[in-house]
């Protein structure tokens, strides 16, 4: 087997300087009713790299890849190009072979693009401060929710109709257990933000609001009354961004006053990857800190003067506080916070800005052309790179159908929210820098001809 | 704008020890490397875009205007910062990597070649399912191989670490328990020997944690675990092999005991690669227990995620693990059940009997992980999988063997150990700790061992050293910890200074929790700071 370089030999030598007669010996504390005699049956046994590659192939070739086809999903997850470099710099086997950074006299590399990852997260999102990055964003959501919980000790968390409703259903899941109470809505199939609701909503007990920025629907408003209104009733306003490169055109939640801002990083560097590992990013003003989830990477000094980098602010977390930890989360998602800073370094402020730009153009241009298939209507009067048709017919079989085509046209709504019927008409098409002119045009003529 | 006013200055060079200071901070190959802050400025980009007016006009009034702040590097540039910063990290492919509880194991190449095939690394978790029958097929099949290698009933994929594998089996429990009407059961009882995330994972979900007490021997206490239970207990967190290195003897009939006072079990399954393919955790009564595939199933760690911890559930509690899962019907098709079609797919393979508690996660877990762990599962087999576990039990006895002369080892008298030995800061001259050994050890090359964990062994060495490591490999580490071990035994002060070769000596933590500097921020300008 060609991961385990022991020899037989070497096998019995060791066993020789350990004083045991054969490795059952080894295994001596196990049971005997628990030992298994050899190698469980009904499984295969070893392959070669040769035959594992083919059988991997095999199971990708069944899949319709978005790079091959006009595609146009978002809702969560989207297709951005990413630099080669990107790929090359994280396969780096000192950084993709590392662990956390527990010894930072060797683990400076990482503490350095921790720290880089935490500045550059802070200023795309507009907060004092973020950490060095969550599971995804739909968990740092739900951590976000559990925060304003401790600060402000109450129990009721308003949830916007906008908010990805995987990242409702994570919560709803939480809140069971936890004893919180969540007002949740359905998003409206219109052109308005249900802001003006959730201001109406927030009372003595409300600990925060939770708003998607721009929303499940592509739609983008103003957050500076709603963080206003949760200030003046001392709740807190969680914002969330599961489109990174939005805040390269679009002011960022912490200038418009939120106090958490979290967000999935995944459209920088990451790639689709199938909905997983992507990266939760989690920022916050500075006077919460210490109720934050997560590892921050600190700056420091060491014994000679050098400037240096740690984890820090560890009394928060489980391996110091236990069971009064601020949260259980113990990995963060290093390797794809990497991915996410190294793209960002490459775009720099003006490559941020050019590429959402260009994200916004792609997306008018195909909204103009979208809007002219006969009994489609565009939803959205603000949107950045994703905005929702109405189609005038159940959206989700007309997916599937234009798939068959070699078409991925969007998530529809019934995909997000089935049996809301509502809703049902609802297609959500996000147009990136990836998507050409003559992808348009292939899914406007394919959803004439499905709605002919 | 440049970012960089004050302009990079490098770090004092160090002195006194002979060797001349030099110009730029670096000592040949030992490159000091500035933050991307100081070195690129907003303007500078590494990537070129389509030439096109990009005016934007759906934006609202909300364009953003206000400088973000982000620098920007060349191409170029940007491979040099990182790789530069890449050569300041220990990693697996440089060497033994021992740390304790973690499992370093090598990270094979097939699986991120795989993972990186189009056909799993550019599909969208929204697809229509019809075109990600490949992608669900991994999930499948990876899924069938942790219920068989574990003797379980069922197994949650999605959740997306090992804690939140743990937050998932809790949430299991505790959901069955509401389902009987006993959500008055509200302790969770741990050992003191358990990772941190057991308890903050027991209290995140609403539970009371109580420690369980350790016998001398380094295992969970049996009769005071069993007097401790009763209709207030929902659970007891055990770690099998625990983190003292030793298969818990007494799980079967521990678990016998919990079940009889209507409690569940959760194993820990951080160590399961000590055991996997010679002991199934259901053999042993185990009701949950997460699976780190960064661990057992090599998926590389990264510098600190991202992990996987998919859930293998026992009959008792598979009915109510999480959304979505995956289920192959007879004509091959694999199927995502999702929150719509939960009830119907339940009525008609499970007579209605599947509850999920809901769903942990947007979308449906860690494919990237998925696709490396299956590669690794496939290239070892059933048979290479056993031989995992003998290895990795094999190596750490004979470090454990060749080093109990020199190192205290506490549970050495009780017989082998598991997948990792475990030493004590006994013996040590007075003043010196198990940090300084540690941090010896990085001088010889080595990362060092987990320190002070498990909290019930006094200045605890946990060294894991993994199948991976090949003889030679393991005899220079034993050297270089004997020769270490040794030198802190007889009181060399130069330990207390260590190390004295990385690209750091040791760094003030405490400065940096007392006054946190979390981000870089632009030095003010002089003429600004003197208004």
Known sequence: ?452 | MALNQSGWRPSTPQQGDGAPATFTGNRALMLEEPLIFEIGSTETTGVDFAAGDVAGSRLGDLTRTAPIGLAGLSEQETVRHYTRLSRQNYAIDLGLFPLGSCTMKHNPRLNEKVARLPGFADVHPLQPVDTVQGALGVINELAMWLIKLTGMYGVAMSPKAGAHGELCGILCIKAALEKRGEGHRKVVLVPESAHGTNPATAAFAGFTVEDIPATADGRVDTAALKARLGPDVAAVMITNPNTCGLFERDLKEISDAVHAAGGYVYCDGANFNAIVGRVRPGDLGVDAMHINLHKTFSTPHGGGGPGSGPVVLSEALAPFGPLPFTARTADGYVHLIEEERAEEFSNEHFDGTLDSFGRMTAFHGQMGMFTRALAYILSHGADGLRQVAEDAVLNANYVLRSLEDTLDAPFAASGPCMHEAIFSDRGLAEGFSTIDVAKGLIDEGFHPMTMYFPLVVHGAMLVEPTETESKAALDQFIGALRSVAERAKAGDMALKTAPHFAPRARLDETLAARKPVLRWKPPVAVAEAAE
């Open chain 1, 1 to 452: 087997m060609r991961y385990l370089p022991l020899t037989p030999a070497d096998r019995a030598e060791m066993l020789s300087v350990i004083g045991a007669s054969s490795i059952d010996d080894l295994f001596a504390d196990v049971p005997e009713a628990a030992r298994l005699d050899g190698p469980i049956r009904d499984l295969p046994g070893h392959a070669s790299e040769l035959a594992v590659e083919r059988h991997m192939t095999a199971l990708a070739r069944k899949n319709m890849v978005a790079g091959d086809v006009p595609f146009f999903l978002g809702a969560g997850a989207y297709r951005h190009h990413v630099p080669a470099s990107v790929d090359h710099l994280i396969q780096r086997g000192e950084f993709l072979t590392a662990y956390t950074p527990y010894q930072p006299e060797i683990a400076q590399g990482t503490l350095q693009m921790l720290f880089e990852f935490q500045t550059q997260v802070a200023s795309l999102l507009g907060t004092d401060v973020a950490n060095a990055s969550m599971y995804d964003g739909s968990t740092a959501c739900w951590e976000a929710i559990g925060m304003a919980r401790r600060i402000t000790r109450r129990g009721k968390a308003i949830l916007s109709g906008g908010l990805h409703p995987h990242y409702v259903s994570v919560a709803k899941t939480m809140a069971k257990y936890t004893g919180d109470v969540l007002d949740t809505a359905l998003p409206v199939l219109g052109a308005d933000t249900d802001i003006d609701a959730l201001i109406a909503k927030i009372d003595d007990e409300t600990s925060c609001v939770v708003v998607q920025y721009p929303d499940i629907l592509g739609r983008i408003a103003d957050l500076t009354p709603l963080a206003d209104a949760c200030h003046a009733k001392k709740a807190l306003l969680i914002a969330v961004v599961t489109e990174p490169v939005a805040l390269g055109a679009i002011r960022s939640p912490g200038e418009m006053d939120a106090d958490i801002v979290v967000g999935e990083g995944q459209s920088l560097g990451v790639g689709l990857q199938f909905g997983g590992p992507y990266v939760g990013l989690f920022g916050c003003k500075e006077k919460y800190l210490r109720q934050t989830p997560g590892r921050f990477c600190g700056q420091t000094v060491d014994a000679d003067g050098k400037r240096g980098f740690v984890l820090t602010l560890s009394t928060r977390e489980q391996h110091i506080r236990r069971e009064k930890a601020t949260s259980n989360i113990c990995t963060n998602s290093g390797l794809c916070a990497l991915a996410f800073s190294i793209h960002m370094t490459l775009l720099g402020e003006a490559g941020l800005r050019r590429l959402a730009g260009i994200n916004h153009a792609n997306a008018c241009r195909a909204a103009d052309r979208l809007a002219k298939v006969p009994g489609v209507r565009v939803v959205n009067d603000t949107f950045f790179n994703e905005f929702t048709l109405d189609i005038g017919k159940e959206a989700r079989p007309v997916v599937r159908a234009l798939a068959d085509r070699g078409v991925l046209a969007g998530v529809s709504l019934g995909r997000l929210y089935p049996g809301e019927d509502a809703l049902a008409n609802g297609l959500v098409v996000a147009v990136t820098e990836t998507v050409t002119d003559d992808d348009v045009e292939a899914l406007a003529t394919a959803l004439e001809e499905a709605l002919a």
